[in-house]
């Protein structure tokens, strides 16, 4: 298995501090911190609103805050958020339960439950409910992107009028994200319950609850992990109906293989769903230049959500098979 290390988080903590030199208070916005989207736990789920002063576009964009399934409130950066901002798009940061307290499964549904808050209130904040996008990079691009390919059309019968509405999204762009934790970096290699090596193991460390026992149990089930483990990868969810997908990938990434971007790519593709692939050469996993990537994003949530006519950005499209494949 890939051995995932400290200099992954480090990486994408480069890539974040890197942005900081945009200059955020070129964008003009009112933060609104800590409004709460949920609760789990006795706990408050959290997101901070960035509404910009400029005339809203009406379009709102989702951040997913989160490194290695890791998220916390200080992680949030309103630099990344300037091209969006300048735009006139709504953002929500959205902080999830963290890992190591909480696993994938469990993230999943703050994610979710993220999403229907931002349509329900979509009034509130003179947004158009059918206009939301989703980014993040490394773990906050797997979510973004199991929130494109898995977002359902919420539970009728809940008794919260927000678990009511749909939690799909109509745009993602993702950045280096794992998406086949079946064949990760190569067809067959499989990464189940505690695969990810420190600090990631803990946001696969699969648990069940046992009701005679009232414990916590860890799955151990060979079979069971591995339907999690597909039932948690975005490649697994591909449907003609899924929403215009941006991915962009460095060719040198040693912590989330290209192959990961490559058969997402092509999946997408192949099923029929508008979708490019920006492959940054020589760059890992981060880079100090973020910012014209940033604007490739905003491009392509300005052509699928808003439905003007502009390119994403530089179109490196990768177009030879994966090796995963």
């Known amino acids: ?28 916005f009112e933060r609104t911190r800590d409004v709460i989207y949920g609760r789990k736990c006795g706990m408050a789920l959290t997101m901070d609103v960035f509404c910009p002063k400029k005339q809203p576009n009406g379009a709102a964009i989702i951040a997913v805050v989160s490194g290695g399934w890791f998220s916390r409130a200080e992680s949030i950066n309103p630099a990344l958020y300037a091209p969006f901002l300048e735009r006139g798009y709504t953002v929500f ?16 549904e703050d994610i979710n439950r993220s999403v229907r808050f931002v349509r329900y209130h979509a009034k ?7 206009k939301l996008g989703i980014i993040g990079a490394s773990a906050g691009g797997h979510l973004s992107l199991m929130q494109g390919m898995a977002g359902d059309a919420g539970n009728p019968k809940a008794a919260d009028p927000i678990d009511r509405v749909s939690s799909r999204v109509q745009a993602v762009t993702a950045f280096f994200p794992p998406t086949d934790l079946l064949n990760y970096g190569e067809k067959g290699r499989e990464m189940l319950a505690r695969s990810f090596q420190r600090p990631y193991t803990a946001a696969v460390d699969y648990k069940t609850f046992d009701k005679t026992k009232a414990l916590y149990l860890p799955v151990t089930d060979e079979k069971e992990q591995r339907e999690i483990s597909k ?3 975005p490649i697994t969810h591909v449907t003609p109906d899924d929403p215009p997908t941006l991915l962009i990938h460095g060719d040198e990434d040693d912590l989330v293989p290209l192959q990961q971007s490559k058969i997402m790519f092509e999946k997408l593709k192949e099923t029929g769903v508008p979708t490019e692939l920006i492959v940054k050469k020589g760059a890992g996993h981060g880079w100090l230049n973020i910012h014209p990537d940033l604007v490739s994003c905003a491009n392509w949530f300005d052509r699928y959500l808003l439905h003007k006519d502009v390119a994403a950005g530089e179109k490196k499209v990768e177009t030879e098979p994966a090796k995963g494949q």
């Open 1 to 28: 298995m890939r051995r995932f290390e400290l200099r992954g988080i480090v990486a994408v903590a480069a890539l974040v501090v890197s942005a900081v030199a945009l200059r955020a208070e070129e964008a003009a």
């Open 93 to 108: 940061a959205v902080v999830h339960g963290s890992q190591p307290k909480f696993t994938i499964p469990e993230i999943l």
């Open 124 to 130: 509130d904040y003179h947004i158009d409910s059918e």
């Open 231 to 233: 039932r948690i990868s």
